[in-house]
Each structure stands twice: as structure tokens, then as C-alpha cells.
């Protein structure tokens, strides 16, 4: 099932089913709950990031080719870093590049994210993916300068930037995809493939992920993971490519979707 966030017509928020038709319906009840399709259409609405997160919590380095074009060693651990919650951004609507912090190095980066359903503590990897919702694409954008040269050494500077966590358009329900480590994911600019992998590259793999982040840690449902981005990003590039204003960014992840934002000045 594809689970989707809608704004009616009327301003009222609520959870409904995408439908390969093109149509959405209503769903009744807590979708991190007890949740039902109610089968009653819905229309004039505008698509929302399919959930409003309690914790955004990020990978780093996680692609084997990735890290390769960084000149960095593959990490015992899973490098972790967060978002805040003011991130998020909605299917279709614009990437902001930061002026009052002026940053002019703001890069793409497509993502898997994986939305936690219900309460993980200390979950073995056997039985991760049990804890599950749904995956949905992600993109983790990155001010470069701000998270390398002028962050203090911690990358939450430059990765927390108001609408630097666009996600959506849906989430796709774990039934729908027994295996979340064997998805095409690329990223696509103005036309133009940049990044185009396998999530299957990925050095620590859902599960793993999981169990490390239950590790002793209480994720709590509507816990958003994104798990990590492959080679191609901007800043790898020779010479550099980064986001610009008029720019259209386009995430799309097999058996899920495809995710666009324009890209847009602060002002």
C-alpha cells in the first residue's frame, strides 16, 4: 500500500491511500497504528511529506563507492548524525538555499528512508525489518561549506537548514518490498542522471542499521532513518556541481517512486 499525507481543500490534514490509477482514498485511523483504506475518494488536494517524523536520524558514508570518492575508510560503525524536525519538506515544493547563513555549496543526495512503525529497543537484526512501516525516498540536502569548513567539526550545521529534508511522495508499506537492500536509487538533475546505483552497495544494510540504532535507544514510531546516500553527489564532482536557483531535483528509488523539488533563493 502506498501510504500518503494530504491537505484538502478545505485545510484539513489527514492520511490517505495513492492508488496506481492516479486516485487517492481516505484512510481511517492511525497509520502507526490500527489504520483501514475507507475506500471514499479524495480530490482537490495537495500532497504533504507522508509523515511528520518524531526523530530524524541519518547515515553517513553507508555506500561502499560513496565513501571510495571521498577518500574515506568504510567505518567499523555507522556514522550517525541528525536533523531537525524543521527539515522536512513536501513532495513539489522548493529546496531553500540559505542566505541569511549564505551557503553557495548546497548538494543532492538521494536516500532510502525507512519509516519505524512501532517501538524499537535493542531489535535484533533477525527481526528488524518486523519494525517497519514502510520505506519512502529522501533527499538529504547538504551544505557542504557549512558541514565541512564551518560546522565546528559536526555535520548538523550544514545538514539543517530549513527544507533540506524533502521526502515523499508516499510510503510504501514493508509488504511491498521483503527486501529493502536490492532497490535501483539515483538521483536525477535538470534531466540529468547524477547519481544511479543500488541500495545493495549500502556498507551496513537496513536491519543492521536498525539493530544499532535500537542499540541500548528507544526509536519511537514515526522515526524516520535515512540510511545513506551512493557515489555521484556534487561535491565529488570535477568541478564541483551544486543545487541552483530554477534548478528541478528528482529522487527516485525502484518499487517506490520518484520524489521532485525546484530549487529555489532564501529571501
Not at 556514522?79 to 527539515?87: A, I, Q, R, Y
Not at 509488504?175 to 542522471?193: C, F, H, R, S
Not at 530554477?246 to 520518484?258: F, H, K, L, W
Request: with cysteine; hydrophobic share 35%.
Amino acid at each position: 500500500m502506498k501510504l500518503v499525507r494530504y491537505r484538502d481543500a478545505s485545510g484539513k490534514t489527514s492520511f490517505g491511500r495513492s492508488h496506481d490509477d492516479g486516485k487517492i482514498t481516505r484512510v481511517d485511523g492511525d497509520i502507526l497504528g490500527d489504520y483501514k483504506d475507507s475506500g471514499d475518494v479524495v480530490t482537490s488536494v495537495k500532497l504533504l511529506a507522508p509523515i511528520e517524523p518524531r526523530d530524524i536520524l541519518c547515515i553517513g558514508l553507508n555506500y561502499r563507492k560513496h565513501a571510495a570518492e571521498g577518500n574515506k575508510p568504510i567505518p567499523e560503525y555507522p556514522v550517525v548524525f541528525m536533523k531537525n524536525l524543521g527539515t522536512l519538506q513536501n513532495p513539489g515544493d522548493p529546496i531553500i538555499l540559505p542566505r541569511r547563513l549564505r551557503s553557495d555549496a548546497v548538494d543532492y543526495e538521494c536516500e532510502l528512508a525507512v519509516v519505524i512503525g512501532r517501538e524499537c529497543y535493542n531489535v535484533p537484526k533477525a527481526r528488524a525489518l518486523e519494525y517497519v512501516l514502510g520505506y519512502t525516498c529522501a533527499n538529504d540536502v547538504s551544505a557542504r561549506d557549512w558541514q565541512i569548513e564551518k560546522g565546528g567539526s559536526q555535520w548538523c550545521r550544514g545538514k539543517t537548514f530549513a527544507t533540506f529534508c524533502p521526502i515523499g511522495p508516499w510510503i510504501v508499506t514493508r509488504d511491498e518490498i521483503p527486501n529493502p537492500n536490492e532497490l535501483a536509487i539515483k538521483t536525477v538533475l535538470n534531466g540529468q542522471t547524477m547519481q544511479d546505483w543500488n541500495t545493495n552497495d549500502m556498507i551496513f544494510d537496513v536491519p543492521t542499521l536498525i539493530e544499532f540504532l535500537s542499540g541500548s535507544t528507544r526509536l519511537l514510531p514515526g522515526t524516520l532513518i535515512l540510511t545513506g546516500t551512493p557515489h555521484g553527489v556534487g561535491a565529488a564532482r570535477k568541478p564541483p556541481v551544486f543545487l541552483m536557483p530554477g534548478d528541478s531535483v528528482t529522487i527516485e528509488i525502484g518499487s517506490i517512486g520518484a520524489l521532485t523539488n525546484p530549487v529555489v533563493e532564501e529571501v
